[in-house]
């Protein structure tokens, strides 16, 4: 090969590592902000109002159904089910992890079998 086209060649790489470049520099913002939209909702699933809202929204309307029912003293009843709603979903992560645990030390190949 001669030294032109070893030139040319060397140019042709350039112009697409270039265009590469310019393609990866368009879809950096795009890769940012999912990421960013994905801290957010990962945020969502830990905080306050995710689940004060539904409990919040549940006890308004078992008061007002018991209310129309016209069951003695319906606000203070409207409690039962939102408190159980609220250990419910407190105790749940607590089991899932200890499901985890116990799944994950059924499949480890280097646990000892009762026989």
């Known amino acids: 090969m001669d030294t032109q086209a070893l030139e040319d ?28 939209r994905r801290g957010f909702l990962r945020r969502w699933q830990k905080s306050f109002l995710k689940r004060a809202i ?29 408190l159980t709603i ?4 407190a105790v749940t992560p607590i089991v899932k992890y200890w499901w985890f645990d116990r799944e994950k030390s059924k499949s480890d190949p280097d646990r000892e079998t009762d026989l």
């Open 9 to 36: 060649r060397v140019q042709k790489i350039e112009e697409k590592l270039r265009a590469q470049e310019e393609r990866l520099a368009a879809r950096y913002p795009a890769i940012r902000q999912r990421r960013q």
């Open 54 to 82: 539904p409990l919040a929204v549940s006890y308004i309307a078992i008061g007002f159904f018991l209310q129309a029912l016209q069951t003695p003293e319906p606000w203070l009843r409207a409690l039962t089910p939102v």
């Open 86 to 89: 609220t250990v419910f979903t």
